[in-house]
């Protein structure tokens, strides 16, 4: 697939309602790149608490919807609003595929051979997949694995001097086990294998068979313990086997492997089962000892095919899996990463075992034909949201205390407990990470809410209790989606401003956000999405520790309205802005330049170099589309910035336009035109300024 070229960029604007982001991993996601806001409280606290806490809306407003999660009897309801664990996989991403275009494959071109082992989703018209930007390839927040139980592997030489066709094996297990033999003696027939039960085996051949000097290798399929060797010997006459005589082995997997996936926040992990601690670990050596898949060598392209064997890091170490993770933006699903899906596995084997090419599967099948190797989803965090008694919570606002029925996320106090926060008896969010390194991530979403009334501005409106400090890491979030259901009513993908918020006031708030520019331009319906995320996963180390949870957030009175305003709908973030900056090479002389940066590091969460954005970004939508401009040759949206260079005085420093507008000709990576990116627009420029028609970023894989 034609690779998305994404751009910096100094507006962005979308035809109709629909909006998207600019920067990297600047757009909505669920994870990586969040930035964390505080709302402000208002001077005066509403007398109405525990009731409404909203005043009534202008003539020229129409509330969609109001939920005050209460019945008249004052009994809980949820409204429709359904419970949802942002961390649960909506299916199985692994199956097999290939270059055939029937039976359930895709004429995908498979690793080796015509079949392979792929992650990833195929255009399709069922729901949700039908509302993704840019399928085939992954998705957001996928957490996919394909996997084998190794076991303890045990390879048993017949050092005995004679030929042999009777073994009785004795193992310590503290979990019901298999035994199978992956290699057989040369020239011998399959042998009977009898379980006698408590970890004691017995194996016949058909004949005397297993000459001196041969081995076989048998596993027993533990998977979240190890076994023991306790005793072994040969019948009849009960001959032991010396220690030297069955050794267990150092657990690998062979695979040829192709990958692609958003550089540096998607990555595919080769991870082995920690027994003891009870953890997956992840293999430090694989591709050249990055320890992980993630975007090709060049230009975000494919990487591989590579064969590779890892051995696991932790022995004896009885499962192995591949594990496929994405984050909550750039992906084929949002149109803003594409790829060809996620990993391709292909000539698979443990510990030098047969090999697995999957050429004997059917096309869509989630594991092989004899069941070694098969596709799982990580299990999900948990689900935590409820609603909840005001009467029965911590509350510390002095102001009021609402007693009615609310949505709560946190963990019962007897395993999770605000006793750090002096309420032992309050639970409190569940702490991370799980054994699959994931954290708290719950939503609860609205029922398909009708859309009426006239307006291009639309507001979320909600009631929260912060009890939210920073070092927390602890967030409520929200986010919208829509669908039209006279063309066939497919959603689109859920839609926010990149934030999540805090707030260590104690108190309700009066959360009020615009959503028009998030709304696309033909709809019907509306749903909302309100929930809680430990964002320790990010951000513990650098913005917080995540030591202490309390109970909070605490979300109530939520409504949807549309507000009689019409024309262009702005969105615009502080740390998009140009900043204050000082000249590169210093100095305050009319030579000295400063860069116009926003504040916003453009580098991973993890990397410590700062790389500030260059550009000023800010989101523009009108549904009645926006005008062209074709000033130098390039055509464009009728959008500008208005430009003026004065002194720390205010005095105009005189320059002209030609001075000061860009040089920059490339509107993305190939662009060869010439033409410039940001030209001086004098027709619209009013005095003592110049106008300099913006450029806009690629964020689709529909644009070259």
Not at 55 to 60: D, P, V
Not at 183 to 192: D, F, H, I, Q, S
Request: some cysteine; overall charge negative.
């Amino acid at each position: 697939m034609k690779k998305v070229c994404i751009l910096a960029l100094c507006v962005v604007f979308a035809l109709g309602l629909f909006v998207a982001g600019a920067t990297a991993k600047n757009a909505p996601s669920k994870y990586s790149q969040y930035r964390f806001v505080e709302e402000p409280q208002q001077m005066s606290h509403p007398t109405e608490v525990g009731q409404s806490m909203f005043q009534s809306a202008a003539a020229t407003t129409t509330v969609l919807c109001w939920y005050q999660f209460d019945t008249g009897a004052g009994a809980p309801t949820k409204q429709g609003f359904t419970e949802k664990d942002v961390t649960s996989q909506a299916k199985i991403f692994f199956h097999v595929d290939g270059a055939a275009t029937t039976g359930g494959c895709h004429g995908f071109a498979a690793v080796a051979g015509s079949q392979s082992m792929w992650c990833g989703q195929w255009v399709t018209t069922d729901d949700p997949y039908c509302g993704w930007a840019g399928a085939p390839g992954y998705g957001n927040n996928w957490a996919q694995n394909f996997g084998t139980v190794t076991g303890d592997v045990y390879k048993i030489t017949n050092n005995s001097g004679v030929a042999r066709s009777d073994l009785h094996l004795e193992f310590s297990i503290l979990e019901t086990v298999n035994l199978t033999i992956e290699v057989n003696a040369t020239g011998c027939a399959a042998p009977t294998i009898t379980n006698l039960g408590g970890g004691k085996w017995d194996i016949v051949w058909p004949g005397t068979c297993f000459d001196p000097g041969e081995f076989i290798i048998i596993k027993i399929s533990v998977t979240t313990t190890t076994t023991v060797f306790v005793s072994a010997y040969w019948t009849p006459g009960n001959v032991p086997l010396l220690g030297t005589d069955i050794v267990l082995q150092t657990n690998s997997v062979t695979y040829t492997i192709m990958w692609d996936s958003e550089p540096g926040y998607d990555f595919t992990y080769v991870q082995w089962w920690d027994p003891i601690n009870k953890v997956w670990v992840d293999d430090p050596n694989v591709n050249g000892a990055t320890g992980e898949y993630t975007s090709g060598p060049a230009n975000g392209d494919p990487g591989g095919p590579q064969t590779e064997t890892s051995t696991a890091p932790i022995q004896p170490s009885p499962q192995m899996r591949f594990h496929f993770q994405a984050d909550g933006a750039w992906s084929d699903e949002d149109g803003l990463w594409d790829t060809i899906g996620a990993v391709n596995l292909d000539d698979l084997s443990i510990s030098g075992g047969p090999i697995e090419d999957f050429e004997g599967e059917a096309c869509g099948a989630l594991q092989s034909s004899d069941s070694k190797w098969v596709a799982s989803v990580t299990p999900p965090f948990g689900l935590y949201s409820g609603l909840v008694a005001g009467s029965a919570i911590v509350q510390e606002d002095p102001c009021g205390k609402p007693l009615s029925n609310m949505w709560e996320f946190f963990d019962n106090p007897a395993v999770t407990n605000y006793s750090c926060g002096g309420w032992p008896l309050q639970g409190a969010m569940a702490y991370g990470p799980d054994a699959n390194g994931q954290y708290m991530s719950n939503e609860i979403w609205s029922p398909w809410i009708p859309v009426s009334g006239t307006g291009t501005s639309f507001l979320i409106q909600f009631l929260t209790y912060r009890d939210l400090p920073l070092d927390n890491l602890q967030f409520y979030v929200w986010s919208v989606r829509t669908r039209d259901t006279t063309t066939g009513g497919c959603p689109t993908t859920w839609r926010d401003n990149n934030n999540v918020y805090y707030g260590d006031n104690k108190d309700w708030l009066r959360q009020s956000l615009e959503i028009g520019p998030y709304m696309a331009s033909s709809l019907t319906d509306v749903q909302i999405a309100l929930g809680a995320v430990d964002m320790c996963g990010v951000w513990c180390g650098s913005v917080g520790t995540g030591a202490c949870h309390s109970h909070a957030p605490l979300i109530d009175q939520a409504r949807v309205v549309r507000v009689g305003v019409f024309g262009p709908q702005w969105t615009v973030r502080d740390y998009h802005l140009w900043q204050d900056n000082f000249p590169e090479e210093g100095g305050i002389s009319a030579t000295s330049y400063a860069r116009c940066d926003m504040a916003l590091d453009l580098t991973l969460s993890t990397n410590p170099a700062i790389l500030p954005g260059d550009s000023m970004h800010v989101v523009v939508s009108d549904p009645a589309t926006l005008a062209i401009d074709a000033t130098g040759g390039r055509s464009r949206r009728a959008v500008y910035a208005f430009v003026k260079v004065t002194d720390r005085f205010g005095t105009d420093r005189g320059y002209t336009a030609a001075q000061i507008q860009s040089p920059d000709n490339k509107s993305y990576v190939n662009d060869a035109s010439g033409f410039l990116r940001y030209p001086y627009v004098a027709a619209v420029s009013p005095a003592g300024w110049y106008a300099y028609r913006f450029d806009y970023t690629v964020t689709t894989p529909t644009v070259a």
